[in-house]
C-alpha cells in the first residue's frame, strides 16, 4: 500500500493527545494509585519517575522511531529494518499483534465493570434499583453484556480511521479527563482525612524499598506508556516525517506520568477521606485492604457515604476511568487493524469490526471463565509479553539497525540531534542498558 493511502495524524497536537490518550489508562489511574498506597506512598512515587526516566521514556523514542521510519503496521515496519532476517520480524511482528489483542480481552472486562459503576448511581436515581443494583454485582450476565458495550465503542472509533477516529476522540476525551480530573481533585481535598492521604503521598516511607519495588516500578512504568506491543510503533508510523520524536516523546512520557501523579492526588486522598467516614481500608496489620479492589469497593463506599453529592462525584469519577479506558482501548485495536489492513489488503472498517469481533470472543470466554483465565491472561501479556517484546524492540534498535539509518530518520524532525547529549546517551542506552534493566524486570519472578 502506498503510504499515502495510510492515515495520518493531521497535527502534533492530535498525535499527542492520541498517543497520551494510549498511555494514559487504568494503569494510570487504578494501578499507579494502588501500587504507591500499598508500597510506602512517596518511595514507590520517586522510583516510579526514575524508571520512567530512565527506563521507559528512552523505549519509548525507540518505538516510535521504529514506526516513523517503517511507515507501515508492526509486521511491515519491523521487515523494513530487519532486511536480512524478514522470518524475525514477521514472528515478533505477529507476537506483538497478538499481546495487543490479548490486553484487550481482559482490558475490556475491566472497562465494562467501569461503565456498570457509572451507569449504577443514574438507574438508582430514576428508580431501577434492581438494574443499578444488577450492574454493581459480580456476575456472568453482567460482565459479558458491559464487555460487549466497551467493545461496541472502541470498535466504532477504530473503523473511522486515524485522523476521523483515533484522532478525533482523542482530542475530545483526554480534555474532559483532565477537567474532569481536576474537579475531583479540588472537591476531595474539601473533605475531611483528605490530608492524611497527601502525607502518606508525599513523604517516603523508606522501610518498603527493596528489589520488588523497584521491579514493580519498572513494569508498571513500561505497562503505563503502552510499550513493547507495537502500539507505540502504529502510532509512530502515522506521525510525519517533520517531527521531533524524542521532544514529543518527552511531553507524551511528561502527561502519562503527570497524569498518573494526579491519579495518586485524587485516590490516596480518597482513601483516607473514605477511612474518616468510617470505611474500613486497612486491616489490623496496617496492610491495604483488598488492593485490587480499591476501585471498587473503597471509593464506591466513599461515594455511597457521601449521599446525593456523592452520587454525582461518582459518576464522574467512573466517566473519567471509562475516558481513559476507551483511548487505551483503541490504540490496542489499532495494532492488530493496521496489520490486517496492510498485511492482508482488507479495508479498515472490515478489519475493526473482524478483529473486534474475535477479541470479543476472546473476552467472553474470559468473562465466563473468570477465575481461571483472567488473572492468567492479564499476567502473561503484561508482566511477560510486554517486557520480553521490549527487548526485542531495544535489540532492532541498536544491534540490527545501523547507527547510521537511526540517526538520518531522527534528524528529519530534529536536525541538529547530532551534536546533543541525547544523542550521544540514548544509542547506546538502548542498545546496552534497556535489554539488561528488561530482562531483570521479567526474570524477578523466576528468582
Ligand atoms: N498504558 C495503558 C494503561 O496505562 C495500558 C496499556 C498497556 C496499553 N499496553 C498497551 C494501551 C498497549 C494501549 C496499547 O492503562
Same mark, same amino acid.
Given at each position: 500500500?502506498?503510504?499515502?493511502?495510510?492515515?495520518?495524524?493531521?497535527?502534533?497536537? /492530535?498525535?499527542?493527545?492520541?498517543?497520551?490518550?494510549?498511555?494514559?489508562?487504568?494503569?494510570?489511574?487504578?494501578?499507579?494509585?494502588?501500587?504507591?498506597?500499598?508500597?510506602?506512598?512517596?518511595?514507590?512515587?520517586?522510583?516510579?519517575?526514575?524508571?520512567?526516566?530512565?527506563?521507559?521514556?528512552?523505549?519509548?523514542? =525507540?518505538?516510535?522511531?521504529?514506526?516513523?521510519?517503517?511507515?507501515?503496521?508492526?509486521?511491515?515496519?519491523?521487515?523494513?529494518?530487519?532486511?536480512?532476517?524478514?522470518? +524475525?520480524?514477521?514472528?515478533?511482528?505477529?507476537?506483538?499483534?497478538?499481546?495487543?489483542?490479548?490486553?484487550?480481552?481482559?482490558?475490556?472486562? +475491566?472497562?465494562?465493570?467501569?461503565?456498570?459503576?457509572?451507569?449504577?448511581?443514574?438507574?438508582?436515581?430514576?428508580?431501577?434499583?434492581?438494574?443499578?443494583?444488577?450492574?454493581?454485582?459480580?456476575?456472568?450476565?453482567? $460482565?459479558?453484556?458491559?464487555?460487549?458495550?466497551?467493545?461496541?465503542?472502541?470498535?466504532?472509533?477504530?473503523?473511522?480511521?486515524?485522523?476521523?477516529?483515533?484522532?478525533?476522540?482523542?482530542?475530545?476525551?483526554? &480534555?474532559?479527563?483532565?477537567?474532569?480530573?481536576?474537579?475531583?481533585? !479540588?472537591?476531595?481535598?474539601?473533605?475531611?482525612?483528605? #490530608?492524611?492521604?497527601?502525607? #502518606?503521598?508525599?513523604?517516603? $516511607?523508606? %522501610?518498603?524499598? $527493596?528489589?520488588?519495588?523497584?521491579? $514493580?516500578?519498572?513494569?508498571?512504568?513500561?505497562?503505563?506508556?503502552?510499550?513493547?506491543?507495537?502500539?507505540?510503533?502504529?502510532?509512530?508510523?502515522?506521525?510525519?516525517?517533520?517531527?521531533?520524536?524524542?521532544?514529543?516523546?518527552?511531553?507524551?512520557?511528561?502527561?502519562?506520568?503527570?497524569?498518573?501523579?494526579? @491519579?495518586?492526588?485524587?485516590?490516596?486522598?480518597? #482513601?483516607?477521606?473514605?477511612?474518616?467516614?468510617?470505611?474500613? !481500608?486497612?486491616?489490623?496489620?496496617?496492610?491495604?485492604?483488598?488492593?485490587?479492589?480499591?476501585?471498587?469497593?473503597?471509593?464506591?463506599?466513599?461515594?455511597?457515604?457521601? /449521599?446525593?453529592?456523592?452520587?454525582?462525584?461518582?459518576?464522574?469519577?467512573? =466517566?473519567? #476511568?471509562?475516558?481513559?479506558?476507551?483511548?487505551?482501548?483503541?490504540?490496542?485495536? %489499532?495494532?492488530?487493524?493496521?496489520?490486517?489492513?496492510?498485511?492482508?489488503?482488507?479495508?479498515?472498517?472490515?478489519? =475493526?469490526?473482524?478483529?473486534?469481533?474475535?477479541?470479543?470472543?476472546?473476552?467472553?470466554?474470559?468473562? @465466563?471463565?473468570?477465575?481461571?483465565?483472567?488473572?492468567?491472561?492479564?499476567?502473561?501479556?503484561?508482566?511477560?509479553?510486554?517486557?520480553?517484546?521490549?527487548?526485542?524492540?531495544? !535489540?532492532?534498535?541498536?544491534?540490527?539497525?545501523?547507527?547510521?539509518?537511526?540517526?538520518?530518520?531522527?534528524?528529519?524532525?530534529?536536525?541538529?540531534?547530532?551534536?546533543?547529549?541525547?544523542?550521544?546517551?540514548? &544509542?547506546?542506552?538502548?542498545?546496552?542498558?534497556?535489554?539488561?534493566?528488561?530482562?531483570?524486570?521479567?526474570?524477578?519472578?523466576?528468582?
Amino acid at each position: 500500500m502506498a503510504s499515502s493511502d495510510r492515515g495520518q495524524f493531521s497535527s502534533r497536537f /492530535g498525535f499527542i493527545m492520541a498517543a497520551a490518550g494510549s498511555a494514559v489508562g487504568l494503569g494510570n489511574v487504578w494501578g499507579f494509585p494502588t501500587q504507591t498506597a500499598s508500597n510506602g506512598g512517596a518511595a514507590f512515587l520517586l522510583i516510579y519517575l526514575l524508571m520512567m526516566a530512565l527506563l521507559a521514556f528512552p523505549m519509548l523514542v =525507540a518505538e516510535l522511531t521504529i514506526g516513523r521510519y517503517g511507515q507501515s503496521n508492526p509486521i511491515g515496519s519491523l521487515r523494513k529494518i530487519w532486511t536480512n532476517n524478514r522470518l +524475525l520480524a514477521v514472528l515478533f511482528g505477529t507476537t506483538a499483534m497478538l499481546t495487543a489483542s490479548m490486553i484487550l480481552s481482559f482490558y475490556a472486562i +475491566l472497562a465494562g465493570w467501569l461503565i456498570g459503576f457509572g451507569v449504577s448511581p443514574i438507574m438508582k436515581l430514576i428508580g431501577l434499583q434492581s438494574l443499578s443494583e444488577w450492574l454493581i454485582t459480580f456476575g456472568t450476565g453482567r $460482565n459479558v453484556l458491559l464487555t460487549v458495550i466497551f467493545m461496541l465503542m472502541t470498535v466504532f472509533v477504530v473503523r473511522r480511521g486515524v485522523a476521523d477516529g483515533i484522532e478525533k476522540w482523542s482530542s475530545r476525551l483526554m &480534555p474532559v479527563l483532565f477537567a474532569l480530573f481536576l474537579v475531583l481533585i !479540588i472537591y476531595i481535598f474539601t473533605q475531611h482525612g483528605a #490530608m492524611d492521604g497527601l502525607k #502518606m503521598y508525599l513523604v517516603p $516511607n523508606w %522501610e518498603h524499598v $527493596n528489589g520488588g519495588l523497584v521491579v $514493580n516500578a519498572m513494569g508498571q512504568a513500561f505497562f503505563s506508556l503502552s510499550l513493547g506491543v507495537g502500539a507505540m510503533m502504529v502510532y509512530g508510523s502515522y506521525l510525519s516525517k517533520d517531527v521531533n520524536i524524542p521532544k514529543t516523546a518527552g511531553q507524551v512520557a511528561i502527561i502519562d506520568t503527570g497524569v498518573a501523579f494526579f @491519579a495518586g492526588l485524587l485516590i490516596l486522598p480518597a #482513601m483516607f477521606v473514605a477511612k474518616a467516614n468510617g470505611v474500613q !481500608i486497612f486491616s489490623e496489620t496496617g496492610e491495604l485492604i483488598s488492593s485490587g479492589n480499591l476501585v471498587f469497593t473503597v471509593l464506591p463506599s466513599l461515594f455511597d457515604s457521601m /449521599g446525593l453529592v456523592g452520587e454525582i462525584v461518582g459518576v464522574a469519577f467512573f =466517566a473519567l #476511568m471509562v475516558i481513559a479506558a476507551l483511548t487505551s482501548s483503541i490504540a490496542m485495536l %489499532e495494532v492488530p487493524v493496521s496489520c490486517l489492513q496492510e498485511e492482508m489488503k482488507i479495508k479498515r472498517e472490515k478489519s =475493526a469490526i473482524i478483529l473486534g469481533l474475535v477479541i470479543l470472543v476472546f473476552s467472553v470466554l474470559i468473562a @465466563a471463565n473468570f477465575d481461571t483465565l483472567f488473572d492468567w491472561v492479564a499476567t502473561a501479556s503484561t508482566m511477560y509479553m510486554q517486557p520480553l517484546l521490549g527487548v526485542v524492540w531495544a !535489540i532492532v534498535i541498536g544491534w540490527v539497525w545501523s547507527r547510521n539509518a537511526l540517526l538520518k530518520e531522527i534528524q528529519q524532525g530534529y536536525p541538529e540531534i547530532e551534536k546533543t547529549w541525547f544523542w550521544r546517551i540514548w &544509542p547506546i542506552y538502548v542498545k546496552v542498558v534497556c535489554p539488561i534493566a528488561i530482562i531483570m524486570v521479567f526474570a524477578y519472578p523466576f528468582l
